[in-house]
């Protein structure tokens, strides 16, 4: 779909260029080191935001790394954060993010999460003072690498969306992923935003020059909103109505306030407040999936989805379930490399250029 | 609203009458007593579902109690069921239910999860051979009297949607509920389906004669279909389209394959196979709210609740967030007693006479 708003952005014959991942990882991290971030979290947020494309949560990749630097650039951002566990029992942990780059955070506090789950059964894994970090479902694809179960959480960066039947912008897209083991099968991994659309994907479709369908967005007389450039005028809407609101909620209530991080007022629009830090909170509940069953339950859990996809009939072939797709681009995009749109190439390069990294994407 | 198929069955000034719930219960506990459940069985599984009446879930009240005596008579229910803790670990149990009533599982397995969350900070149990408990929103509820937080999942027990993009039904309204304790306030309680309707709500809307709203349930064709009478012949709609879908299986995969029960094609639909028993599976998780903010998260959640229901402008009064509804209903049918529909009373009349439990509603 190419909207109205695409002329103007359109350059002919750019196709999107293929980069290696291992290329876009050091090329990203070349960019975070350029804007003072310490080597080692650099290349942790570099990977997960790489993470992101390769499984084509593209809203969730290298199109944040401007903002990012934007944001260490306001100074809201605490590039020596002290990443530590401030409150601990044997299958829970609270960690203080000390306002560091989120990946850095959430990949500490997955780590913590799926090591307490190995040795306990299960753990829950809080963050406070965390920032943005990336698609939700690289997280559980952290988890499900190692056989667990998980559930993670997330408050989001920016509200947009107000309490059912209010008019008040005060919940996020919160999302939530979820990783199910399915034995020598890929896992099951649902990965959503509790609205229809999140502010990634809305990014995707501006930088593409792309309208948004109706039922994303709607302003305040309940009109669609289908101009991305205006997106946030508008409100999000929910998943399912009430039932999407609440279940929004609820999420803020698990990933934010247990923590203490920010929900509903508190909470800081990356994109507009730079110079804020956003005390964003995550939560990951990560499981053994072999406490219930004693012969475990992965090929169960496979046999099952196999049943899914090749219900019904009258179809060329099977149903795609959560996750299938993201695994089929990670293999695709591992050997052939990552699609890059042209103009987040040349974003990135100047980026690049202003920060003198030395380093361009070809 | 009313619909067309109402008219034949509307009785000329007949209102709901008003029951107290200490009268319902006992009531509903002699049908199953009568029907031969034991007397502590009984009275378990009709205080669960008075306690649905109670909180306005009313499709997963005593509208449920002739289906459970005719399955009960058709033998698929196991009436002196060994309900035991057949896997356990410190955080963990997968309770059997022995294919008894589900409310006299679920009770079981939320009490040992409360139990173990007390002493361990969290747990996880699941249900297998189980059958349908009720309102999934009545387990997190016990919970949150222990100023616990609580996620419920179960899988449903008809199969009425197919997965996204297919046409075999193998999804059922796979029902999550959230509870998170809020101090001094009532709790933030989140009861809902995954599809867009359940299969308690068309219940209730065909016992009053009403067309289902378009958005419940599709034909074959993607017509939608009004008549609630009809609805078993459609598909039910996931909230959010694939997001919910998504949901729906991850609920099925954590609620039922981790305990060895029912999903996809092994679903047994408990309204046509009278004689099957279901295999139903639930999970519960609990944790103590107090393991991460050192002073406790009760009056924050609270004030962040208040925010939301005082937000925004130009509004009568409080917006209302999942769970104040049912709440407001519970304290005021504590106080007046529950509204019962004449269709409803004469239905459960003619169970008790046939049943000889010499107890009638009046």
Redesign the interface.
């Known amino acids: 779909m190419s909207g109205e708003g695409a002329v103007g952005r359109e350059v002919p014959g750019a196709e999107p260029r293929r980069y290696g991942h291992g290329v876009l990882a050091a090329f990203a991290a070349g960019i975070l080191r350029a804007a003072g971030v310490p080597p080692d979290h650099a290349s942790v947020t570099a990977e997960r935001l790489v993470e992101a494309d390769l499984r084509g949560r593209t809203g969730h990749g290298l199109i944040r790394i401007p903002l990012y630097v934007r944001r260490i650039e306001a100074g809201s951002v605490n590039l020596r954060p002290r990443v530590s566990v401030v ?1 601990e ?4 942990a ?1 960690v203080d993010g000390d306002n560091g780059l989120g990946q850095v955070v959430m990949t500490t506090a997955a780590s913590i999460a799926i090591d307490k789950a190995e040795a ?3 753990a ?1 894994v ?1 963050t ?1 003072n965390s920032n943005h970090a990336g698609a939700a479902g690289i997280y559980p694809a952290m988890a499900a690498r190692r056989g667990l ?1 998980s559930i993670y959480m997330a408050v989001g960066n920016a509200n947009s969306m ?7 912008k ?1 919940l996020s897209t919160n999302p ?1 992923a ?1 990783a ?1 083991p399915a034995g020598d099968d890929p896992p ?1 991994q ?1 990965d ?2 509790t609205t ?1 659309a999140s502010h990634g994907t809305i990014k995707v479709a501006a930088q593409a020059g792309e309208q948004m369908p109706v039922g994303w967005v709607i302003d305040a007389d309940g009109e669609p909103i289908t101009d991305p450039g205006r997106a946030h005028d508008g409100f999000l809407m ?7 609101a ?2 929004n ?2 999420i ?3 990933a934010g ?4 991080a920010a ?3 508190s909470v800081v629009d990356q994109n507009a407040e730079l110079a804020s830090p956003t005390n964003t909170g995550q939560a990951m ?1 990560v ?1 053994r ?1 072999g ?4 012969d475990g ?1 992965g090929a ?2 496979a046999e ?1 989805l196999a ?3 090749h ?5 060329a072939g099977p ?4 996750g299938d797709e993201a695994g089929r681009l990670e293999v695709e995009n591992l050997a052939n490399g990552i699609a890059v749109p042209p103009a987040l190439v040349e974003e990135l390069n100047a980026t690049a250029r202003r920060l003198k990294t030395g380093q361009l994407l070809a």
Do not use: D, Q
């Open positions: 409150s029992g044997p299958t829970s609270l306990m059964g299960m829950w809080g406070v179960v107000p309490p059912w039947g209010g008019n008040e005060l939530i979820i199910v099951f649902l959503i935003a229809v929910p998943i399912g109505g009430y039932k999407g609440g279940l909620i609820a803020g209530l698990l306030v247990l923590n203490g929900f509903g007022r509940f499981m999936p406490l219930f069953r004693p339950s169960a859990v099952h049943e899914l996809r219900s019904g009939s009258n179809r149903l795609r379930l959560p």
